[in-house]
């Protein structure tokens, strides 16, 4: 596969994914919004606006729906939801002949949905319904390719950036959560505290799944694990991880190009997991685990960047 094509369906995914974790954070915001004070409205802002590493006229402080729609609408803003489903699409533009004509078709509907956006009145009513269509769009996407797709390269391609993607973003959303817990983890929370941990499960697709493993009852430390070491949920750390390690070796295994290197740094990080227990990653630091994570992740992109989008010409045609 050319390298170019590969790039673009890898960038295609991490920005399709990117709109989707935009879309569950800010809705989740707006939904608890309505059942907490101000002062803890703003608390919540600005820790969404640093795990998702953005910066929007305000800050924190700024009104709730001009930073919402910011984030959401705001073409100039590189990390705003229609930024991200635009390039998404040129990215797939560029390589339509290695996609369904249905993969096309249902990202070129959700680009035109998230462009018409509800209307200015309608806003403070149909946010919810808005922010879920966004990340129903990305479902579905992900469903017509498994469907209509060989899973050859150019699908493990899609899974690759969609998975390195995800790892970052759910280390960086774990870890403004852990940056203010002032008292013991393993003790259950209540009244706003609780709110709080339901909205990072909530942030992360995962408050049904975590309910059923152990119950509605809110103790940070089974949190924790849940999003960190759990190897079933699909938004879970070690899932992720695991998934790009899987792709990786799929690809090493499709193509002739060497990928020892971005095989080994996944698999050390994917051993990082699998080892790890909650009480020692607690012990010695949940955030600077968690950034380490996030740091193995970016040096696993830069070297799958290395090896199969920038590589010299003189090393392709040694390969």
């Known amino acids: 596969m050319l390298s170019r094509v590969a790039d673009s369906l890898y ?14 954070l800010i809705d989740t915001d707006l939904q608890l919004r309505l059942d907490q004070s ?21 800050g924190p402080e700024a009104d709730i729906s ?10 100039t803003h590189p990390s705003s939801i229609v930024s991200c489903v635009a390039s998404a699409r040129e990215n797939l533009r560029h390589v339509r002949e290695q996609c369904s004509s249905v993969m096309w078709e249902q990202l070129n ?15 403070t009513t149909h946010f ?34 969609r998975y390195v993607e995800r790892t970052d973003a759910l280390a960086a959303l774990i870890s403004t959560q852990f940056h203010r817990r002032p008292h013991a983890l393993d003790h259950p929370v ?20 975590y309910c059923k493993r152990y119950t509605a009852e809110m103790r940070p430390l089974r949190v924790a694990e849940f999003l960190l070491l759990n190897q079933e949920f699909p938004h879970s750390v070690r899932f992720s991880v695991d998934m790009v390690h899987a792709a990786l070796r799929a690809i090493g295994e499709l193509t002739e190009r060497k990928a020892e290197q971005p095989v080994r740094l996944a698999g050390r990080l ?29 040096q696993a992109h830069a070297a799958i960047h290395q090896i199969y989008f920038d590589y010299p010409v003189e090393t392709a045609m040694v390969s």
Do not use: K
């Open 38 to 58: 101000p002062e803890a409205g703003r608390e919540r802002s600005s820790r969404l606006l640093e795990s998702l590493q953005a910066v929007v006229p305000g």
């Open 270 to 298: 994917r051993a990082t997991l699998s080892f790890s227990q909650i009480d020692e990653v607690v012990a010695n630091g949940a955030v600077a685990y968690l950034d380490s994570i996030r740091w193995q992740c970016s």
């Open 190 to 209: 209540e009244s706003e505290e609780y709110l709080e941990w339901v909205a990072l499960l909530r942030s992360c697709a995962a408050f049904e799944a």
């Open 128 to 161: 919810h319904t808005f922010y879920r269509s966004v990340q129903d769009g990305s479902s579905l996407f992900h469903g017509i390719a498994d469907s209509t797709m060989s899973h050859g390269e150019g699908w493990y391609y899609i899974q690759l950036g």
């Open 66 to 75: 001009a930073l919402a729609h910011t984030l959401t609408f705001d073409r």
């Open 109 to 123: 509907r959700l680009y035109l949905h998230v462009v018409g956006g509800p209307p200015e009145a309608d806003w």
């Open 11 to 24: 960038w295609m995914s991490r920005y399709l994914e990117r709109a989707e974790h935009t879309a569950r």
